[in-house]
């Protein structure tokens, strides 16, 4: 059974940084994208950044400048620096990761989220 747990939310001022991380476990042979995507209180569900196998990026306009995603391949994890960060960042940020190859079916898979806070 393939897992994604994520790591790294957290309460953070204005301005500040962090870093989020997630890692796919189970019997895995291959991942086509890994990405994030966030929801905010009353708001649907936004593509935050996705990264391919090849590392093709897309960001999501508003973190443009601001957030870096990248991934281990080897370690199946994918990571997104926050940097700059501002209060409408505020969400509870989602793993994804699409096309996984395990035990011979394709599936794509959600993390449980984590919550990220930008407040002063």
């Known amino acids: 059974q393939v897992q994604l747990v994520e790591s790294g939310g957290g309460l953070v001022q204005p301005g500040g940084s962090l870093r989020l991380s997630c890692a796919a476990s189970?019997?895995?042979?291959?991942?086509?994208?890994m990405g994030w995507y966030r929801q905010a209180p009353g708001k649907q569900r936004e593509l935050v950044a996705v990264?391919?196998?090849?590392?093709?990026?897309n960001y999501a306009d508003s973190v443009k400048g601001r957030f870096t995603i990248s991934r281990d391949n080897a370690k199946n994890t994918v990571y997104l620096q926050m940097n700059s960060l501002k209060p409408e960042d505020t969400a509870v940020y989602y793993c994804?990761?699409?096309?996984?190859?395990?035990?011979?079916?394709?599936?794509?898979?959600w993390g449980q989220g984590t919550q990220v806070t930008v407040s002063s």
């Open positions: 994804k990761a699409d096309g996984v190859f395990s035990s011979g079916w394709w599936n794509d898979y």
């Open positions: 189970g019997s895995i042979s291959s991942i086509n994208a």
């Open positions: 990264i391919a196998p090849s590392g093709n990026i």
